[in-house]
């Protein structure tokens, strides 16, 4: 008041160049990426145009974008791994939506491509620890890790097959055997049981698995 100049305090944390605040860029980012609310309905909601919204979120891409190698780093390491692709529209173009996680990581790429190319992106090139759940696609299958086949494609592919041969007594006694104990297998980790048990339990169940599958057969 006294030297009569204007002075402008710098907001604290406030991203540089920035039409709108922390809190509603982090509100919105939550509503699209985590709740999955479309950008349409978010525009509704805050009166935020759809260009803008746009803006934000390419903004933020290039301050998170450092992150992606240390999430894949993280979950290279990590003893039980998962990878999936599923069919994703993308500004009326066909591609994949993929998904690499862990039980604390989830990666997401969007990719006009089903080629190993984006799992030997994320997993690299050198030998890893721990195994990999999948659903069978060849796509997978040169990794540098151990496979481990999802149980819940295996029961499906044991259900189809039971239907598909009603009537072939070999086929009802295989799925009869091994359904139960496939389904059993992978309710074994929802027991309350110490890991002792969980380990003896599994070890009895892998036996009796492969030596169902590997029974004499027509």
Not at 4 to 30: C, D, E, M, W
Not at 81 to 109: M, P, V
Request: charged content about 25%.
């Amino acid at each position: 008041k006294s030297c009569h100049r204007v002075f402008r305090a710098k907001a604290p944390s406030v991203l540089p160049k920035s039409l709108y605040g922390n809190q509603i860029t982090a509100q919105i980012a939550v509503m699209h990426y985590f709740h999955g609310i479309t950008m349409g309905r978010i525009t509704e909601m805050t009166g935020i145009s759809l260009g803008t919204l746009i803006d934000i979120f390419h903004r933020l891409r290039r301050y998170f974008e450092p992150l992606m190698e240390a999430l894949k780093n993280a979950y290279r390491q990590d003893p039980v791994k998962h990878a999936d692709e599923t069919s994703w529209r993308n500004d009326g173009q066909s591609g994949y939506a993929w998904l690499f996680c862990t039980a604390l990581i989830s990666i997401f790429l969007f990719r006009n491509t089903r080629s190993s190319s984006v799992p030997k992106s994320v997993l690299g090139q050198e030998g890893l620890p721990g195994v990999l759940v999948v659903d069978r696609y060849n796509g997978y299958n040169k990794l540098p890790l151990k496979l481990q086949y999802c149980y819940a494609h295996l029961l499906r592919d044991l259900e189809k097959l039971g239907k598909d041969f009603p009537d072939e007594e070999e086929v009802r006694s295989f799925t009869a055997i091994l359904i139960p104990l496939l389904s059993e297998a992978m309710h074994l980790q929802s027991q309350k049981i110490s890991d002792e048990e969980y380990y003896r339990k599994a070890q009895k169940l892998s036996k009796e698995i492969l030596k169902v599958c590997r029974s004499p057969a027509r």
